[in-house]
């Protein structure tokens, strides 16, 4: 039987740390929006459909904008989204039930690669659970509150978490399920790998993706991608 993945391209945040007037997602990185870029690396890969989350105000435009100015043909639905990253993935969830595997991505990470995503899908089939990640280059400590230092774990051992994250459907599925339950110790979830962990008793197994896979997050985010994106399109020529 063959197997279906979908992916889920989260765009419904607001990008507080962006301060900017159109939402970090919707803005141009030369002529495109950035959540062109990052639904175009899925339409261009294996995967069999799409999805993308967005503010409710802004399926329309998602809709007209981006999906058909652009024809993003593996784009099976776009749909609202929720008040945290997590609602907005279990929105997400609920709009596949056929999946068997799902890949979920920051709509904020417009510099994924096919590359990634494929090693994404085998890692899910074989291990039910991944992350892209990058292992960090820089020294890590912990601090406390003062920031006087408390702890510097062993480098060997920390990597920078992206996405795409890759998991089981069914799986995912019932860690969200649980975690709509008990919703106590979901004030630090910040991905779908810890509710997998957390709920699912399930870990994640890291797998080496780009460091250019940077997530827009602050002004200088958008020069940073700019400058990758060029010297792609100087590559290719
Ligand atoms: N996201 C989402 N739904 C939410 C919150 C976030 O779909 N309720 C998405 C964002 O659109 C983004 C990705 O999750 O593509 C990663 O989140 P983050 O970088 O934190 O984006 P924002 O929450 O929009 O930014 P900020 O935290 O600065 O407000
Ligand atoms: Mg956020």
Request: charged fraction near 30%.
């Amino acid at each position: 039987m063959r197997t279906r993945k979908t992916a889920l391209i989260l765009a419904a945040g607001k990008g507080q740390r962006m301060h900017s007037e159109v939402k970090k997602q919707y803005m141009m990185i030369f002529d495109k929006p950035v959540l062109y870029y990052s639904v175009k690396a899925f339409c261009d890969s294996s995967v069999d459909n799409i999805v993308i989350v967005t503010g409710a105000e802004d399926v329309d435009y998602v809709r007209e904008e981006i999906v058909e100015k652009y024809g993003l043909s593996k784009v099976s639905d776009v749909i609202p989204g929720g008040k945290e990253r997590y609602d907005s993935t279990y929105a997400g969830l609920m709009a596949c039930p056929d999946s068997d595997y799902v890949l979920i991505h920051d709509a904020a990470r417009p510099l994924v690669s096919v590359k990634v995503i494929e090693d994404a899908i085998l890692g899910a089939m074989e291990y039910g659970a991944v992350a892209a990640g990058v292992p960090a280059k820089d020294t890590i400590r912990i601090v406390d509150d003062e920031a006087f230092s408390r702890e510097t774990p062993d480098r060997r051992y920390l990597w920078i978490v992206q996405t795409p994250q890759a998991f089981s459907y069914a799986e995912l599925k019932a860690a969200y399920d649980c975690m709509r339950k008990d919703r106590s110790g979901v004030k630090n979830i910040t991905d779908d790998a810890m509710v997998l962990e957390t709920y699912g008793g399930k870990k994640t197994r890291m797998i080496m993706a780009e460091y250019e896979n940077i997530k827009i997050t602050t002004p200088e985010d958008i020069e940073l991608a700019e400058t990758f994106l060029k010297s792609r399109c100087f590559l290719k020529k």
